[in-house]
């Protein structure tokens, strides 16, 4: 399989203000960025720079945008790699991808972002249908995460961090929990998203216990089809 058919091409570019993140998440983010912006002064101290992450947590709750975030801020371009669509029946093909990317991101400085680890990063032995091609495959990530180099950055995200090998966990070095959020926090979601519309089109009744990208899915949506009734209105008036 060529290499770059394994990328997902998103050139969206997001700023870190544009991430809805509490105050909390906002500064182990800042300090992140600022950390990698400042390596060379960081390590001339002996001090080490994080720059293997890992965000864990519920999914559509703003791990993607995070990452695209971080690298935005830090001027370097991002590699999106989705794991769940990496992985082949050919374990050994499947290593082979995945260090060519990791070879990749390390040659480009770039920010390399793998979703959903815990598709090869499950517990080795944990699963009844493990076999020893697939521990194998934790194994090759883990070494190529040990040796990682300090001016790159990889960010992880997965949604079930409970079935990730122990050892694999160790090699990150921050962990940042990603939860579903409330409903003061998303009443102001909603009045960001809804800020640049009309009053008409922006009360709508919001749905409470789902993700940020859900409740966009679901404002945008309503929004939409209140505009469209509304502009069906104005084509009837003007036939009368």
């Known amino acids: 399989m060529n290499l770059y058919n394994l990328i997902i091409q998103d050139k969206e570019e997001i700023a870190l203000n544009d991430v809805f993140l509490d105050a909390h998440h906002k500064e182990l983010i800042t300090q992140l960025i600022k950390e990698n912006a400042y390596a060379l002064e960081l390590q001339e101290y002996g001090l080490p720079v994080n720059n293997k992450i890992l965000l864990q947590g519920s999914s559509g ?24 669509n990496i992985v082949s029946s050919r374990i050994g093909e499947t290593s082979q991808n995945i260090k060519m990317i990791f070879d990749k991101a390390t040659r480009e400085r770039s920010v390399l972002f793998l979703d959903e680890l815990d598709q090869i ?13 697939m521990r194998r495959l934790v194994n090759t990530l883990i070494q190529l995460i040990d040796y990682y180099p300090e001016n790159a950055l990889l960010i992880c995200a997965t949604n079930h961090p409970e079935i990730i090998d122990t050892a694999l966990l160790r090699r990150f070095q921050l962990k940042i929990n990603y939860q579903m959020p409330s409903e003061e926090f998303l009443d102001s979601f909603y009045n960001q998203l809804l800020s640049k519309f009309p009053d008409d089109l922006k009360n709508i009744d919001r749905k409470y216990n789902i993700s940020f990208a859900e409740a966009k899915d679901y404002a945008f949506t309503v929004v939409k089809g209140n505009l469209i009734k509304k502009l069906e209105a104005k084509n009837i008036n003007q036939l009368q």
Request: charged residues 30%; aromatic residues 0%.
């Open 61 to 84: 709750c703003g791990k993607t945008m995070t990452a695209k975030a971080v690298a935005h801020e830090l001027g370097k371009s991002i590699i999106i790699l989705n794991l769940s």
């Open 121 to 133: 990063g499950k517990a080795r032995g944990s699963d009844d249908k493990d076999v020893g091609e």
